[in-house]
């Protein structure tokens, strides 16, 4: 079972979907002890960076994902749930992060026009990535965000919207993308059929 964590905000029903379509035994869990026995973690996120923290935690499914990284299960975080995974965001300085990839989560510059709400190419920087695997050299992700992750040992593919933006990291089991691969079309569906090997 591959446990989408649902805090109640966003979308979280079409990351599910996603991943059924593409194989997986995904279900939306409320509680942590729904997802029990997880084989793979997944943490959707949309709107504010504080919001979702705050939502989190008040869910308690913050210490889901924290004990799944550390278990080395499979966890996918997408979108906000990226961002989640830092120590924290220059767009709610006051909210912590979960701290588990060191940097932050900045504001795109000014002189570009946020958010970007735009398809863009996948650079992959990790020619070793389990989740980016098969993806080729022409993959094509939605992306829609105004912040962007500091650069890090663990980024596995950036894209180009005004110079390098972090689009995806991968460290072993903890993998993330900036961008919504249940809205990505054929490459977000075979990233996502790749987390789901790895959860199998």
């Known amino acids: 079972m591959i446990a989408v964590l649902d805090y109640g905000i966003g979308n979280l029903r079409s990351a599910e979907k996603a991943l059924q379509k593409v194989g997986g035994d995904a279900c939306l869990v409320t509680t942590p002890a729904e997802a029990d026995g997880a084989s793979g973690v997944v943490l959707p996120g ?95 992700a939605y992306f829609v965000h105004s912040y962007a992750a500091d650069a890090t040992d663990d980024v596995a593919a950036t894209c180009d919207y005004g110079g390098s933006v972090v689009a995806a990291i991968e460290r072993g089991n903890l993998m993330a993308t900036q961008f919504h691969p249940e809205k990505s079309g054929a490459t977000g569906l075979a990233l996502l059929q790749n987390f789901v090997k790895l959860a199998g």
């Open 46 to 140: 949309v709107g504010s960076f504080g919001r979702c923290m705050e939502a989190l935690r008040a869910s308690g499914l913050d210490q889901v994902a924290l004990d799944a990284i550390a278990a080395g299960t499979p966890f996918l975080g997408i979108c906000v749930g990226m961002q989640m995974l830092y120590v924290g965001s220059e767009e709610s300085p006051a909210v912590g992060g979960l701290g588990v990839v060191q940097g932050v989560v900045r504001l795109l510059p000014d002189d570009l026009k946020r958010p970007q709400m735009q398809w863009n190419i996948l650079q992959p920087v990790n020619r070793e990535s389990r989740l980016l695997d098969g993806l080729g050299a022409e993959a094509w």
